[in-house]
């Protein structure tokens, strides 16, 4: 759809009115570029509010949007270096505005000065504008600042970004990771507890050296109403590893007897708490399986009971305190999880019992990372992998908001509408969910705003946050267009803003940042580079394709397969067989085509072998040290062992095809089938053996 302006020379097509907004009318198609069909671009700016399904639409909006700028007296968002930033204000013709700079408190620190022989003018809808050019000082420290503009009873304002101009020291580490809810201990109620997080990674630094325990899935995946769900709720909902918002905890992992109060409550009380943990007390023996519905039913009414109990002084000081740093969006958040809607969101007793929850669960996973550092810190050993001091605990979090999500929700206006676009990347993950689409340029001071809340909502309990679905901030790719012809089209983000709130807040909280490499194209690892901002490898030792590993921007690596399946599962081929039984009997369906089993181990098998690393003769056990020592010659400075390959589990964490296959109910085993526990995790030999190879690797390139 083109059409010509009557004397303007003028060309307008949806092509070019899409491109404009980031949306792009080509896309590569399995190494093919293609275009993209005209409705599915009409459809793609009519999810993002843009009209263009007539000539005389598309001539409007195309105006409009060269408009759009002028009818803005600041940008959304402004990115400042160490030598400052050239930016414009714009008002009403012979206005003369008032633009200044103050913190995030409100407190004024300088006006800036407009210089009026730098200006120009435009006529916007039926007055002229003036656009007068100003620059933002150097010099100022990083973090987050706000610049206002008033001018003849008009106001703006603008969130400023002062990026740090030093780029963050790495601290080399030995490090390992797991899913917190797949290994309990004898005091847990059914599931890893915030506690267990802890000592899991005190036995694991005291004992084998590891400097840093990475945790993920820690985050709740619904409403209160998703942890008691009805009869055939769909069991994908309730899968940690896509949650509903990535800035607060799970209460579900909450330690009951590790909360002060406790030891306050009655006799009489103290009996309820120790009734509704006696049915879950089974649920720790070998072969039980994680009910989360059964342990929240539980844990619910003891912890109401706890919370009723009074608190000293100083713990009800210390909870205020925790509210008042999170502001309204705890309020926000609680009402959310807790179902409340219209007059019910008066209920201050529910809302206070659900800020009490996360108070509870930030001071207990706090407490974890501390006593992880204490166990890092008292290590003796002679590696360096604890250059610079202990490390603690890592956070894995997902960039992506899920679906009816909260975080979805708090961010409004700033994502795409599911009714008209779904995110075609989480579609084909086959995960039976979808994240939403943010929106390109639009709404940046919000995105902005949920990726600082994101970092400040970290602090205290973790040294490192690794960000997944890194992609997510440069391109995105849609599935939109008419019913039965929905297409993929690629839009682009602006990244800049984005980056730079994410390396802002990590230097301003005390936080390293990283991102997940899978997903990431060359350039927006050079992107993500130029902030310092450091990148993990994911390698998968079973992928047959050349792979290229960017030494410049490449800090850490690990080994990851496709679908999480741990190595000697790979190995051992049990995730085809289990892959196969659960598609056959739980799904009712068939599978058209198994991988080999034989020949994916023989190419690695080959592999080590040329690497002198392995003999034909060797076990799956001492091929999956050598995998991992294979990793260790590439010598970045992190490296990370999954806790399923060190142990010997051999059952997948996902299953293509298989959206409902619940491996979030499934707890960690070793080699010989038996449970992997918080009392025997540092018992198991092959672990041990395993984390010991590559430390004494990787000794000789970081001694201190």
Request: glycine share 8%.
């Amino acid at each position: 759809m083109k059409d010509q302006a009557q004397g303007s020379g003028r060309s307008y097509s949806v092509a070019a009115l899409a491109s404009a907004y980031g949306i792009r009318s080509t896309t590569n198609e399995h190494g093919t570029p293609r275009d993209v069909p005209e409705d599915v671009l009409i459809a793609a700016l009519e999810a993002i509010g843009v009209h263009a399904n007539t000539p005389e639409a598309v001539r409007v909006e195309t105006r409009a949007l060269a408009d759009a700028q002028w009818r803005r007296m600041l940008p959304q968002v402004l990115v400042v270096g160490s030598d400052g930033l050239e930016t414009w204000v714009i008002v009403a013709e012979n206005d003369q505005p008032e633009v200044w700079l103050e913190d995030l408190t409100g407190r004024w620190l300088t006006s800036l000065t407009i210089d009026p022989a730098r200006r120009d003018a435009r006529f916007v809808d039926t007055r002229t504008l003036t656009r007068y050019e100003l620059e933002v000082p150097g010099g100022l420290e990083p973090g987050f600042y706000v610049l206002r503009a008033r001018s003849n009873g008009d106001q703006s304002r603008s969130t400023v970004i002062v990026t740090p101009s030093s780029t963050p020291t790495v601290r080399p580490g030995l490090g390992v990771a797991y899913h917190p809810h797949s290994v309990t201990s004898a005091q847990s109620w059914g599931i890893g507890e915030y506690t267990d997080i802890g000592d899991i990674g005190y036995v694991l630094a005291r004992a084998c050296g590891v400097d840093y325990l990475e945790v993920s899935a820690l985050s709740p995946v619904g409403p209160l109403s998703s942890l008691d769900p009805m009869p055939g709720h769909a069991a994908v909902n309730f899968d940690p590893n896509f949650p509903a918002t990535v800035r607060y905890l799970d209460p579900v992992n909450i330690r009951v007897e590790d909360i002060p109060e406790i030891g306050y409550v009655t006799s009489a009380d103290r009996s309820l708490i120790e009734w509704a943990k006696e049915p879950l007390e089974g649920r720790n023996t070998q072969g039980s399986v994680i009910e989360r519905r059964a342990v929240w039913r539980a844990k619910e009414s003891a912890l109401r009971v706890i919370f009723g109990t009074e608190r000293s002084y100083a713990r009800e000081t210390q909870f205020r305190a925790f509210k008042a740093s999170r502001g309204e969006d705890l309020v926000k958040f609680s009402s959310w999880w807790l179902g409340l809607t219209g007059s019910e969101q008066g209920s201050s007793g529910e809302i206070e019992f659900a800020s009490w929850l996360q108070w509870i669960a930030h001071e207990q996973l706090s407490a974890a990372h501390a006593r992880m550092r204490d166990g890092a810190a008292r290590d003796t050993r002679s590696s360096a992998s604890c250059t610079g001091g202990p490390i603690g605990l890592v956070r894995r979090i997902p960039l992506g908001c899920r679906h009816g999500g909260y975080d979805a929700a708090s961010l409004g206006n700033a994502v795409v509408n599911k009714a008209k676009v779904e995110n075609w990347n989480e579609l084909a993950a086959d995960v039976g969910t979808t994240h939403v689409a943010f929106m390109p340029l639009l709404q940046q001071w919000r995105q902005v705003a949920h990726l600082k809340a994101l970092v400040d909502s970290v602090r205290g309990t973790c040294a490192r946050v690794v960000l997944t679905q890194g992609d997510l901030l440069f391109t995105q790719k849609w599935l939109c267009g008419p019913i039965g012809r929905k297409r993929a089209v690629d839009v682009t983000m602006d990244h800049t803003p984005l980056l730079a709130a994410l390396a802002t807040a990590g230097h301003l909280y005390g936080i390293e940042i990283a991102f997940d490499a899978l997903g990431l194209e060359p350039w927006m690892r050079e992107e993500i580079d130029a902030y310092g901002l450091p990148i993990i490898d994911a390698v998968d030792p079973f992928d047959t394709e050349p792979r290229e590993l960017w030494h410049t921007t490449v800090t850490g690596s690990t080994l990851r397969t496709l679908g999480d399946v741990p190595i000697p599962g790979m190995l051992s081929g049990e995730d085809v067989e289990l892959s196969h039984q659960f598609v056959k009997n739980v799904m009712g369906k068939r599978r058209e085509s198994l991988p080999d089993v034989r020949t994916r181990r023989a190419g690695v098998v080959s592999r080590l072998v040329s690497e002198g690393l392995a003999d034909p003769t060797s076990s799956d056990r001492e091929l999956a040290d050598s995998l991992y020592a294979s990793l260790s010659g590439e010598l970045t400075p992190w490296l990370t062992i999954q806790l399923a390959d060190g142990v010997g589990e051999t059952r997948p964490a996902s299953i293509a095809g298989a959206p409902g296959y619940p491996h979030y109910r499934i707890k960690l085993r070793d080699s010989a089938g038996g449970e992997v526990r918080v009392e025997n995790v540092v018992e198991n030999a092959r672990l041990r053996n395993v984390l010991a190879h590559v430390a004494a690797l990787r000794e000789d390139r970081f001694a201190i």
